[in-house]
């Protein structure tokens, strides 16, 4: 009789080190604007943050008012969404995770948390390279599968269904040929993507970083707007398109009669991951480096003419006048953020790590009605 | 995964040759796959999981497996008639996982709505997934009095009718206090009628495994190493064979029954059981093949304890080799892409 040797590893998402439960993130330097915080009290919302390679981030507010800052461990954390701040769901290398909120309306743990986000289900779907996610009406997820260069679903039965991809792509294909990257939602259904080129051959997508970015409308086919600079994060908010330019360094709206791309605000990094919160639009940074994907773009030259080093972090621009009014910067073995979402009404969440003994004794279930209860 | 040795009895390949079945065993540490390769010779697969315990397959396309805190859904990925390099008809990887927590499973089944039900020995109850939770208890004995993290019953094992509905449940003891079972390990387990909410069976020793297969109700006595047929009129306990070790892990296939036997451990409650009682070279750590007809062990597969304790047992119909894949590593490049889901409004 053989035994077939096969790999040993762990059939989760979580790295082989084990990563003890904290409250503080040691690994993460962070620097606030001195007004930061009076902004998320102010605004009442909290935020999540995904710091590829590995990091979670959830920022709120201790009872005191200061910086609540928790990190979790997941491999390749890219995309996040979330259903009405009670589920959020996560992109990673190769699943799809969704995580529950556990506690009960106004209940706060021990510690002071609001929000106690616990993985419950995780969808494998292979290596996808996925970027954004977004959650229909009907609750289902669509991911962007950048590898295969198109829109999908995660399934109980294969790695994932195509659901959509741009025309000029012939078909959900592998080998990345437009890096398709960035979805924006609108009433509960996909409306536009992004993408660094509007090309179909293989890896062709590199040579166009400078200025064949083109917004896709996902209902029409048709190109929304062009000649971006590997545009990223597109939303729809207050009946507007935004997107994020990334090698320019700009916020913008996009002119849907026109086809042509509005600049907001100028923030001086990598610009991807993007919401927005009442009059703010809250917009990751990123660093280019040199020789890089997100180096030799207008970016570099705006970098150097405003005489400013780019950073990791987040930035608050107040959409009335485009100018950025609060931030946060991070320092830590990282050098991107991908998404950033806000969770309105929440003050202080938290989430429960894949290696932590409360994944498995901090136990929530209900029951049915009893089938035959006790005599 | 700690190495092991198996050694087949004489006529396993060819019995097994027979069924043109694979079988999956549940070790708790791992998924075994047992099937014969293109040249006819006994092949072991294995994936580790964490805490494998019950375990059940929906034909031969999905494997449930119940894990330390997590419920495992393998999928398996090649087309039909297809093989990969090593030969495999059948190769599995982990599509879904469900966090439970850690409920102590020990038994798994898939009801008619193609969702599994599992035993939780630690909250006396029979679960299911749930989409909020960590699960959704769906049926406790009339004899516990809450859904309760004590372990009072020891509730092991679970049978489906039929139809896929909930119909027998197995218990080390009829308790309801705080490990109120381990006092009743010589004969204390019951079995019970779910929808009846009545103990329908009294005197076993750690019972697990209901099954119902045609006509009738089969259980195993882990503790004593027999498997056991119910008369579910009077409560009546035939005994239709022994192996030396814990029986536990049962399938009914035509007129065999798979059985799984495991060495009792010495540090571990079972010791006072009868089996535990047996000198350890007598027991045994083996799959063995009961014929019903004949009321005896026909073949068996010797794994030495390495492979760990044996929870489950069950048949991959249409699969004579079966393989599987740590999804981290081996389907990175070869995905298995589902049919196209169009969204409503796309054009084309």
């Known amino acids: ?375 | 995964m700690q190495p092991f040795n198996a050694i087949a009895s004489e006529g396993f390949a060819g019995w097994l040759g027979e069924q043109g079945s694979a079988i999956a065993l549940t070790t708790g540490n791992r998924l075994m796959l047992v099937g014969l390769d293109g040249r006819g010779e006994l092949r072991i697969d294995e994936l580790a999981i964490d805490g494998a315990t019950g375990m059940a397959a929906v034909g031969s396309q999905t494997i449930w497996v119940a894990g330390h805190w997590q419920l495992h859904r393998l999928e398996q990925a090649l087309a039909a008639g297809e093989t990969d390099d090593a030969g495999h008809d059948h190769m599995f990887y982990e599509q879904v996982a469900h966090t439970t927590g850690f409920v102590g499973g020990r038994d798994l089944a898939i009801a008619a709505d193609g969702t599994p039900r599992f035993t939780s020995t630690l909250f006396n109850c029979v679960a299911m997934p749930s989409e909020r939770h960590h699960f959704t208890a769906v049926w406790r004995p009339p004899f516990v009095s809450a859904y309760i993290g004590e372990d009072r019953a020891h509730l092991t094992g679970l049978a489906l009718d039929d139809d896929g509905e909930l119909a027998y449940v197995t218990c080390a003891a009829p308790s309801d206090v705080h490990d109120g079972w381990r006092s009743a390990l010589g004969d204390g387990g019951v079995v019970v009628d779910a929808r009846a909410g009545e103990i329908v069976a009294r005197g076993l020793s750690l019972p697990h495994s209901p099954r119902v297969h045609g006509d009738e109700l089969y259980v195993t006595a882990a503790g004593s190493g027999e498997l056991c047929i119910v008369d579910r009129r009077d409560g009546a306990i035939e005994t239709i064979a022994r192996v030396p070790g814990l029986a536990r892990g049962l399938a009914l296939h035509g007129r065999f029954a798979l059985l799984g036997c495991s060495r009792v451990d010495p540090d571990e409650p079972y010791v006072v059981t009868p089996v535990g009682a047996l000198a350890e070279e007598e027991q045994r750590h083996e799959l063995a093949i009961v014929d019903l007809d004949r009321g005896a062990v026909a073949h068996t597969l010797e794994l030495d304890a390495a492979s760990g304790q044996m929870y489950a047992v069950t048949v991959l119909p249409a699969s004579a080799y079966a393989g599987a894949s740590d999804a981290a590593a081996g389907l990175r490049e070869e995905l298995s892409i589902g049919p196209v889901r169009r969204l409503l409004w796309m054009r084309g």
């Open chain 1, 1 to 375: 009789v053989g035994a077939r040797p096969l790999p040993a590893g762990p059939l989760s998402e979580a790295p082989a080190e084990a990563e003890p439960p904290r409250d503080d993130a040691d690994e993460i330097e962070i620097r606030i604007s001195d007004g930061f915080e009076a902004w998320l009290a102010q605004q009442r919302t909290s935020l999540v943050f995904a710091l590829p390679p590995a990091k979670l981030c959830l920022v709120g507010l201790q009872p005191d008012g200061e910086l609540s800052v928790f990190e979790r461990t997941f491999n390749k954390c890219m995309g996040i969404a979330h259903v009405d701040t009670q589920a959020l769901y996560l992109g990673t290398r190769q699943h799809v995770w969704r995580l529950e909120n556990s506690l009960r309306d106004g209940e706060l743990t021990d510690d002071g948390y609001d929000r106690r986000y616990v993985p419950l289900h995780c969808s494998t779907t292979g290596y996808l390279n996925t970027h954004d996610l977004g959650v229909r009406r009907d609750g289902r997820v669509l991911l962007v599968n950048t590898r295969f260069g198109c829109l999908a679903e995660p399934s109980e039965t294969h790695h994932f269904h195509p659901v959509w991809w741009p025309p000029f792509l012939p078909g959900p294909w592998p080998n990345d040929r437009c890096h398709l990257n960035g979805l924006a939602m609108r009433d509960g259904e996909a409306a536009y993507v992004t993408s660094v080129s509007a090309t179909s051959q293989v890896d062709s997508w590199r040579r166009h970083r400078r200025d064949g970015g083109v917004v896709t409308d996902v209902a029409t086919g048709e190109i929304a707007c062009g000649g971006l600079s590997m545009p990223h994060s597109p939303r729809w908010y207050r009946d507007r398109l935004w997107v994020a330019n990334a090698g320019s360094g700009e916020l913008g709206t996009v002119d849907l009669a026109t086809g042509s791309f509005e600049p907001v605000a100028f923030v001086p990094g990598f610009v991807r991951g993007l919401c927005f919160v009442g009059d703010y639009a809250v917009i990751g940074s990123s660093k280019p480096r040199h020789g890089d994907l997100y180096s030799g773009l207008a970016l570099d030259d705006r970098l150097e003419q405003a005489g400013v080093d780019p950073c990791v972090g987040l930035f608050v621009i107040d959409l009335r006048s485009g100018r950025i009014v609060e931030w946060m910067q991070l320092d830590g073995p990282f050098r991107e953020i991908f998404e950033v979402v806000a969770l309105p009404g929440v003050r202080r969440p938290q989430s429960v790590g894949l290696l932590s003994d409360e994944i498995r004794t901090a136990v929530r279930f209900d029951s049915l009605p009893a089938i035959a209860g006790p005599a």
